[in-house]
């Protein structure tokens, strides 16, 4: 039996149409990445929320429904995938501990022989990807985390960018750098140009903020309110997750934004940033313009206001 909180659907319509409205006016948007060429072309006069609940379509305000590249969001669903692949045979090549690091960081690869710190930094999410090209099947009809994409969002149309691939794929040393470490040290099986393009792939998946919720919230369902088996994941598993997106959700920034919003994150450079609010719903907001972590400064301020407001915290 499934025992919802109560959801007023209205309300949380009021609080997104209010910060969506105040967004479109803030000045101080901070920058859009450019080390990637094609995400900077993309405007920073944008702003989109999303809130979807355990039942019924997501509540939506501002750009919500305008694709954008998920990049870094895409390591949650990579990792749904590699643990349905490999269960917890995962954790033996990746940790489970914040880095402090920024997420395309090399230093701590080295200290620690090619066991990335866990699976949201790049080389975790590196790693992930050797596993699932390994483990998945039919990785060659369609990519398998676009095919999960696809069935949460309840969305065939949701697609990979290609325009952001190439560019990522063209400027991809640092990433690649990173793989031919691990496969030095031992934990890398694929080769490497297959494993970094399958991960550049995955983060150039393009998504809106009502997507983004609708395929991330089976996070929120977990508990006595059910429903979390939906893709495969046991009730603990998505509690896991929903763990690591807390304390490495946000790279070197995980401690502030637990701090400010106080439910577990994931961003990504192309400005998203994704919500869990166990018992209520998921949330996604996005502007492309971030801070210095890498994280977009308006979807953070925005997410803090929607868990002050609308009291949602896992503290
Ligand atoms: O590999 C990269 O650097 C990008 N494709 C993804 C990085 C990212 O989104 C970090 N998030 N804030």
Known sequence: MQMHKEFDREKVQAVLDAIAGRMAGEADRGEVANYIPELAEVSLNQFGIAVAPLEGPPIIAGDAEVPFSIQSISKVFGLVVALQCVGATLWRRVGREPSGDPFNSIVQLEFERGKPRNPFINPGAIVVSD??????????????????????????????????????????????????FMLAEGNLEGDVTAVTESYFQQCSIAMSCSQLATATRFLAAVGEYGAADAVGMTVERARRVNALMMTCGCYDASGEVAFRVGLPCKSGVGGGIIAIAPGHGSIAAWCPGLDEKGNSVLALKALEEVARKLKWSVF
């Open 131 to 180: 596993v699932i090209l390994q483990n998945a099947e039919n990785t060659k009809n369609q990519h398998p985390v676009l095919e999960l994409c696809r069935t949460l969002a309840k969305d065939p149309t949701v697609s990979i960018d290609n325009a952001v691939y190439a560019s990522e794929a063209a400027t991809g040393e640092r990433n690649r750098a990173l793989a031919y």
